[in-house]
């Protein structure tokens, strides 16, 4: 699965440092406080998982993550600046 941030797939949602290819030891620490991050608001009692519907280029269901304050779990990440807001071109970088 690929959690989607508060928009619509393909449009909008969240972007997070990389873990497997990152292309510097800043991206790959962020990425792992953000994976570190997601676990622990996965681990709440009460979250909910919906499937939008639509699959992304790696055939993973792209899914809304709502935690039991009503937030998503994207929305929560960007707020905490372990996560970035994603639209269409969006070109992020997380060296330097």
């Known amino acids: 699965m690929r959690a989607l941030g508060d928009g619509a797939p393909n449009r909008s949602g969240f972007d997070t440092p990389e873990i497997y290819s990152p292309k510097c030891q800043q991206e790959l620490e962020l990425g792992r406080a953000a ?3 997601m676990q622990e608001l996965l681990n709440q009692s009460g979250v909910r998982v919906k499937d939008s519907g639509v699959r992304d280029r790696y055939q993973r269901p792209l899914v809304w993550v709502t935690l039991p304050s009503g937030r998503t779990a994207g929305s929560v990440l960007v707020s ?11 070109r992020g970088a997380w060296c330097g």
């Open 35 to 37: 994976k570190a991050r």
């Open 80 to 90: 905490e600046g372990h996560a970035r807001i994603w639209k269409p071109g969006y």
